[in-house]
């Protein structure tokens, strides 16, 4: 049916962009930002900012005196990363380096993924590639160590990351130009990404998706927006059916000032069914990724749910499906705790407990997380976990495994500072822990 539109800033993101390569943002370029870390084994913990990342170094020396540059990349849920390019190296003396990539954000204490020695004539490489070294699906962590033993190596690669199960124009080809006949894009549960261009080259890129029965959509965000070489906008069309010529739910015209912050369905969902977003704009390209948000109508979200309980009161009692489930609240201040319980039938487990969101504020660093078998109130102790940047996409339970059911798990997040907290925990629950390679079994399987 026709409804009025809303700000289609979040829909900028989910439409997949043409040709032309992306802009990346530096994330860290020790000239600016300080030394890297010097010790393999506790590299610097970095986030990648968008779906292209570069970062810059000099690398050199004895033992102990710059002979590292160590970091490690934080990847959410869904993030893939696929290629680290070399994308300069200059040496004084020696004519390549050592390139080693590792699982986790130990470094050379992670399992090594594989390692290479590159220089000027591999700029413009793929590194992962040269090394042998597989994708690293989030969330999870990945080292880069560089080691040189002589002085003044300057090096700068890029951090290119990809969403699994979406279509990416640099991999699955442009997405099509004729709104009335979108490409088709598959999505996953929970959150999707979508990276492209659209501009003078390729005026219009057109996806059709599927949200299927028993989910929602809840939102799309627009992630990134670079434009080129000036300043520049999108325009975003999100329509309720097959094409453009379905009812228009939503439309705008967004620019970078957007990116995290507006939601094209502010605040509400659309059912299950088909539905199409057209990105375009006529003037030089813009690349820009989306994030598409679905749920099952399982989890928790205080916004739209409600508050949870605080202490003293009985503990809210959360809808999980097996899979992937979301509780998100505020904790902190005038409400110093947030209570709530989880039921397991038979043979089910939370295989992984992950903080994917956590933003702090009035100097508000972290929560504390308990997880009790049964109630808050009653049960006993199993976990305890602190809640911070420090854990963003770790699984909590990783050294400890919770009962399995039928049970009742009691979950308890409380602050005690005066800033509140808002807090997002992703809770997987299946039969037993699956792994294929390292990684969590049906990560990337679509509905």
């Known amino acids: ?41 506790q590299p610097t913990l970095l986030s990648p900012a968008g779906v292209r990342s570069t970062v810059r170094g000099t690398v050199g020396g004895a033992p102990g005196e710059d002979s590292h540059d160590a970091v490690a990349l934080v990847l959410a849920p869904g993030e893939r990363l696929a290629e680290v390019f070399l994308r300069g190296y200059t040496a004084d003396a020696n004519l390549a380096s050592s390139f080693s990539f590792y699982l986790g954000d130990e470094g050379s ?21 040269l090394a042998g070294a597989a994708d690293v699906v989030g969330p999870d962590r990945v080292s880069l160590v560089i080691q040189e033993n002589l002085p003044n190596q300057q090096w700068e690669v890029e951090f290119r990351l990809r969403r699994t199960v979406q279509r990416d124009e640099l991999v699955g080809g442009d997405l099509s130009s004729n709104p009335t006949s979108p490409s088709l894009t598959n999505l996953v549960p929970g959150r999707s990404q979508l990276v ?31 434009p080129t070489p000036t300043a520049g906008s999108i325009t975003l069309e999100l329509y309720d059916g097959p094409s453009s010529a379905s009812p228009l739910i939503a439309s705008d015209t967004v620019d970078a000032g957007d990116v995290g912050v507006l939601d094209l369905l502010a605040g509400s969902p659309e059912g299950p069914g088909l539905y199409t977003l057209v990105a375009s704009d006529g ?7 989306v994030e598409l948000r679905t749920t099952t109508g399982s989890g928790w979200d205080e916004l739209a749910a409600g508050d949870l309980p605080d202490d003293g009161v009985p503990a809210a009692a959360v ?4 899979g992937h489930n979301r509780v ?56 305890s976990s602190p809640l911070g940047h420090a854990e963003y996409g770790r699984n909590l339970i990783s050294s400890a495994t919770l009962p399995s059911g039928p049970a009742t798990l009691g979950f308890r997040i409380g602050e005690s500072d005066l ?15 699956v792994f294929t ?11």
């Open 196 to 226: 492209g261009s659209v501009g003078d080259s390729d005026p219009s890129d057109a996806a059709r998706f599927e949200v299927p029965s028993g989910a929602t959509l809840d939102a799309v965000n627009l992630t990134a927006l670079y």
């Open 328 to 383: 998100q609240g505020t904790t902190g201040g005038p409400d110093d705790s947030d209570l709530f319980t989880v039921s397991l039938p038979s043979g089910q487990q939370i295989l992984s407990l992950r903080l994917t969101r956590f933003v702090g504020q009035l100097g508000n660093l972290t929560a504390d997380l308990e997880v009790y078998d049964g109630t808050p109130a009653s049960g006993s102790l199993e976990l």
């Open 419 to 433: 800033g509140a907290a808002d807090w997002d925990l992703e809770l997987r629950i299946d039969h037993q822990p």
């Open 319 to 322: 809808p999980t499906n097996r």
């Open 109 to 129: 204490d992670g399992s090594l993924l594989g390692t290479i020695n590159a220089g000027e004539t591999e700029v413009g490489s793929d590194l992962m590639a």
């Open 437 to 447: 390679d390292g990684f969590e079994s049906g990560d990337t399987t679509a509905w």
């Open 283 to 289: 003037d030089p390209d813009n690349e820009y990724s």
């Open 1 to 41: 049916m026709n409804r009025p539109t809303r700000p289609l800033a979040w829909l900028c993101a989910l439409v997949l962009c043409s040709s032309p390569a992306l802009v990346a943002d530096q994330i860290w370029n020790e000239s600016d930002d300080g030394e890297l870390s010097d010790d393999a084994t």
